[in-house]
C-alpha cells in the first residue's frame, strides 16, 4: 500500500504516522510519500519519498479521507473529544529505536516553543522570555540540562498558519535588564546548563537530532500543538500549556484521548482560557486579562519535575 500525506505536521504524527506503522506491521506497507525532512519518523519504512516542500491545513488535500482518522480531535468530537479509531493505529517504539550515547548528558528537560498566527488571531499559545527565564533558573537549579527549541519556520515545510508567521516576521523579544533587547533564542547563553537546540545539531539532520535528544530526554515542556504531540511519542511525562481551542472540551485528555495513547498516560494540560479569542470555555476560568498567566503552568512544573 501506499501513503501519501502532507498534513499538518502534528497531525501527519497522530494520525498518518501510527496507521503507516500499523500497516508495517501487518505487511501492508509499500511506500510512503512525505514532507521533506520526515523520513526519520518513517524509519521502519523502505521506501519513504520526501516530495512535499509544503504542508496545508486542508485535511482531505492532504491525503486524510484516504486513511481511518481524517480528524485530530476524533471521530466524535462532541461526545468523546480527543478520541480516534485505534483498530489500525501503532505507535513505533521510538525511544527504543532512537536511544543513543551521543546525547547523553545525564538529567534533561526538552522544551519546546512556537510563535504563529493561530486561527487569525495573534499569538498566545507561546512562552514568552520572562516564563522561559522562570524555567530556566527553577530548571537547572534541580540538576537539569535544559534543550530549549522554538523553530523560525525555514528549518522545514511549513503550512499556511506558518506561513503567515513568517511573512509577518514575528519573533519573541524582551528588554532585559543589565542585558538589553534579546530575543527568547538568545536566552540560552545567559545560562551554563542551558543549549539552543539549534546549536546541537550538527552530525545529523534536525529531525533524526531532535529525535536521538528527545529519546534520552526526562521531562517535555510544550504548548499545545505539534510539539506537543512529538513530545508524547517518547514514554516521559509531557506538560502541554493551552490557551483555546477544542483541547478545550471537557475529558479532551482523558485516558482514551490520542494525547495519553501517544504518551504512555503522561500527558499534563495545563489551561490559561484566554477571553478574547474563546468563544467557548468549557466552564475553565478564564483568564481575562487578555494576557498569558503562565503562574498555572511555573506551579505544575514544581510539582512534576522534582
Known amino acids: 500500500?501506499?501513503?501519501?500525506?502532507?498534513?499538518?505536521?502534528?497531525?501527519?504524527?497522530?494520525?498518518t504516522m501510527p496507521y503507516v506503522y500499523s500497516l508495517h506491521k501487518q505487511d501492508k506497507l509499500d511506500t510512503v510519500i512525505t514532507s521533506k525532512g520526515m523520513k526519520p519518523f518513517y524509519y521502519f519504512c523502505d521506501d519513504v519519498r520526501e516530495e512535499f516542500n509544503y504542508r496545508t491545513i486542508d485535511n482531505a488535500a492532504a491525503g486524510l479521507n484516504d486513511i481511518p482518522n481524517n480528524w485530530i480531535h476524533g471521530i466524535n468530537p462532541e461526545l468523546e473529544p480527543g478520541v480516534l479509531?485505534?483498530?489500525?493505529?501503532?505507535?513505533?517504539?521510538?525511544?527504543?529505536?532512537?536511544?543513543?550515547?551521543?546525547?547523553?548528558?545525564?538529567?534533561?528537560?526538552?522544551?519546546?516553543?512556537?510563535?504563529?498566527?493561530?486561527?487569525?488571531?495573534?499569538?498566545f499559545g507561546y512562552f514568552d522570555i520572562k516564563c522561559l527565564y522562570?524555567?530556566?533558573?527553577?530548571?537547572?537549579?534541580?540538576?537539569?540540562?535544559?534543550?530549549?527549541?522554538?523553530?523560525?519556520?525555514?528549518?522545514?515545510?511549513?503550512?499556511q498558519n506558518e506561513m503567515g508567521s513568517v511573512q509577518m516576521g514575528l519573533d519573541i523579544r524582551a528588554d532585559v535588564s543589565e542585558v538589553g533587547n534579546i530575543s527568547d533564542r538568545d536566552l540560552p547563553k545567559y545560562f551554563d546548563r542551558v543549549h539552543l537546540f539549534?546549536?546541537?545539531?550538527?552530525?545529523?539532520?534536525?529531525?533524526?537530532?531532535?529525535?536521538?535528544?528527545?529519546?534520552?530526554?526526562?521531562?517535555?515542556?510544550?504548548?499545545?500543538?505539534?510539539?506537543?504531540v512529538l513530545s508524547c511519542l517518547w514514554d516521559r511525562p509531557v506538560i502541554t500549556y493551552i490557551t483555546q481551542g477544542k483541547e478545550l472540551r471537557p475529558n479532551y485528555f482523558g485516558e482514551n484521548s490520542y494525547f495519553q495513547k501517544l504518551s504512555n498516560q503522561n500527558c499534563i494540560p495545563v489551561f490559561d482560557v484566554i477571553d478574547d479569542i474563546n468563544g467557548k470555555t468549557y466552564e475553565h476560568e478564564v483568564n481575562q486579562t487578555n494576557k498569558n498567566d503562565y503562574t498555572g503552568l511555573l506551579e505544575v512544573i514544581k510539582n512534576e519535575i522534582k
Not at 1 to 15: D, R, S
Not at 99 to 122: A, L, P, R, T, W
Request: charged share 25%; hydrophobic share 30%; aromatic share 16%.
Open 198 to 228: 539549534d546549536d546541537l545539531v550538527d552530525e545529523f539532520d534536525y529531525n533524526t537530532t531532535q529525535m536521538m535528544i528527545m529519546a534520552n530526554t526526562d521531562y517535555f515542556i510544550s504548548p499545545c500543538g505539534g510539539n506537543t
Open 1 to 15: 500500500m501506499i501513503v501519501k500525506t502532507n498534513p499538518e505536521f502534528g497531525v501527519e504524527l497522530a494520525l
Open 134 to 159: 522562570d524555567m530556566f533558573t527553577y530548571l537547572t537549579s534541580k540538576g537539569y540540562e535544559v534543550i530549549y527549541k522554538r523553530p523560525l519556520n525555514i528549518e522545514f515545510p511549513i503550512d
Open 85 to 123: 479509531n485505534y483498530e489500525e493505529w501503532e505507535v513505533p517504539p521510538y525511544r527504543e529505536h532512537y536511544e543513543n550515547k551521543n546525547y547523553d548528558m545525564g538529567k534533561m528537560v526538552f522544551i519546546s516553543n512556537k510563535y504563529n498566527v493561530e486561527h487569525g488571531h495573534k499569538p
